[in-house]
Structure formats: structure tokens, C-alpha cells
Antibody
Framework: EVQLVESGGGLIQPGGSLRLSCAASGFSVSSNYMSWVRQAPGKGLEWVSSIYSGGNIYYADSVQGQFTISRDNSKNILYLQMNSLRAEDTAVYYC???????????WGQGTLVTVSS | DIQMTQSPSSLSASVGDRVTIACRASQTISIYLNWYQHKPGKAPELLIYSASSLQSGVPSRFSGSGSGTDFTLTITSLQPEDSATYYCQQAYSTPFTFGPGTKVDIK
């Protein structure tokens, strides 16, 4: 059974950094397409970043140069390193995966990141 | 970047009603259009992928159609558990943009 469990969210001051983790089970993060999607309070879903099984990496314009997606194949964990955080980065961050790059089959329950002083 | 629009932004319908949600892309995306259902406090769920393919385990009252720039999600007989926000997403090119969502309420 595919499971995704996010952690690392919390309250952080503007300008700070946070690293989100997504522990995967039931499949290998190295062989699937892995993504982060976020939802700001009262807003819709926003695709943030994806890392493909071959290693290609993509980012939304809004986080390019600010966020870094990576994976640890030995631990089967996906990461999202978030730097220079701003209030507009406040959101629930979902880890997601699929065998296909064209859609998302599985989602975690999300972790809340709040950027506030 | 490809922009996605949805209409209506919200709707209220009765149990048993047929509901249709439209999604439009700012440029052609072939059939690379997905539909997700999202309920408050829960993870989103994939309903339809590649415009018209029903995800395994999703009730057959959900269906999708369209290609190019115009797509539709149809719920043939609305059920109480269908109260949610529905998002389309293009998977033609990055960034894989979502539509703004359509909130469906049950009367």
C-alpha cells in the first residue's frame, strides 16, 4: 500500500528556512514521479515542484531559486528545502506521487507551514 | 505558462442532479487534463486523468470529456458525499497549473 507522510511544517519567521520531509512506503521514490503541491488558506491548489524518476527537476515560477526539491533513495524520503520564506508561502504542503508524470495518484495528508512574525 | 479557468466557481445542486463543470486552458493541452476532488482537511483525490479516463475506485457517476482547450467534468447523479471542491489540472507542460476550483454544495 502506498503511503506518504509529511513532516517538518510549523511556524517560521519571515526570511527563515524550513525543510519538509515526506516519508514514502509501498514504492520507491527513485522510480516514481514525486511532487509537492500547496494550498494557501482559502485558496486553491498550487503545483510547487516535481522530481522525475530520471532526476529531472521542475519548479513553479513562484518558488524558483527559493525552494529545492530532492530525494534520498536509501531512506525513501522526498524533501523540500524552503529558504527566504515569505508570508505568501504560508500553506498546507502536500507530498504526492504517481508512476506517471501526467497525473497524481497518491497524496499525503499535508503539513502546515505558517510564515509569520 | 498555461492558464486554467473553471466555471462556475461554485454551484448548489440537489441529490440526484446532473452537474457539469467546465475547464478551459489558455492553449491546447491535447488530452493532458486531470480532475481532482478536494474535501476540507483531507488529501485531494484523482478522479479523472487524461481528460476521460476514470481513476480506479472512482464511482462511475463521474466522467470527463474534451480535448484541446475545452474540457468538462460531469457528475450524472449527485450524491451527498460529492460535496467538495473540484480542480482541473493541465499536465501538458510545466508548470502543471491547476484551475481555481469549483465548489459544489448539496442543497
Amino acid at each position: 500500500e502506498v503511503q506518504l507522510v509529511e513532516s517538518g511544517g510549523g511556524l517560521i519567521q519571515p526570511g527563515g528556512s524550513l525543510r519538509l520531509s515526506c516519508a514514502a512506503s509501498g514504492f520507491s521514490v527513485s522510480s516514481n514521479y514525486m511532487s509537492w503541491v500547496r494550498q494557501a488558506p482559502g485558496k486553491g491548489l498550487e503545483w510547487v515542484s516535481s522530481i522525475y524518476s530520471g532526476g529531472n527537476i521542475y519548479y513553479a515560477d513562484s518558488v524558483q531559486g527559493q525552494f529545492t526539491i530532492s530525494r534520498d533513495n536509501s531512506k525513501n524520503i522526498l524533501y523540500l528545502q524552503m529558504n527566504s520564506l515569505r508570508a505568501e508561502d504560508t500553506a498546507v504542503y502536500y507530498c504526492a506521487t504517481s508512476p506517471s508524470r501526467r497525473h497524481i495518484d497518491y497524496w499525503g495528508q499535508g503539513t502546515l507551514v505558517t510564515v509569520s512574525s | 505558462d498555461i492558464q486554467m479557468t473553471q466555471s462556475p466557481s461554485s454551484l448548489s445542486a440537489s441529490v440526484g442532479d446532473r452537474v457539469t463543470i467546465a475547464c478551459r486552458a489558455s492553449q491546447t493541452i491535447s488530452i493532458y487534463l486531470n480532475w481532482y476532488q478536494h474535501k476540507p482537511g483531507k488529501a485531494p483525490e484523482l478522479l479523472i486523468y487524461s481528460a476521460s479516463s476514470l481513476q480506479s475506485g472512482v464511482p462511475s457517476r463521474f466522467s470527463g470529456s474534451g480535448s484541446g482547450t475545452d474540457f468538462t467534468l460531469t457528475i450524472t447523479s449527485l450524491q451527498p458525499e460529492d460535496s467538495a471542491t473540484y480542480y482541473c489540472q493541465q499536465a501538458y507542460s510545466t508548470p502543471f497549473t491547476f484551475g481555481p476550483g469549483t465548489k459544489v454544495d448539496i442543497k
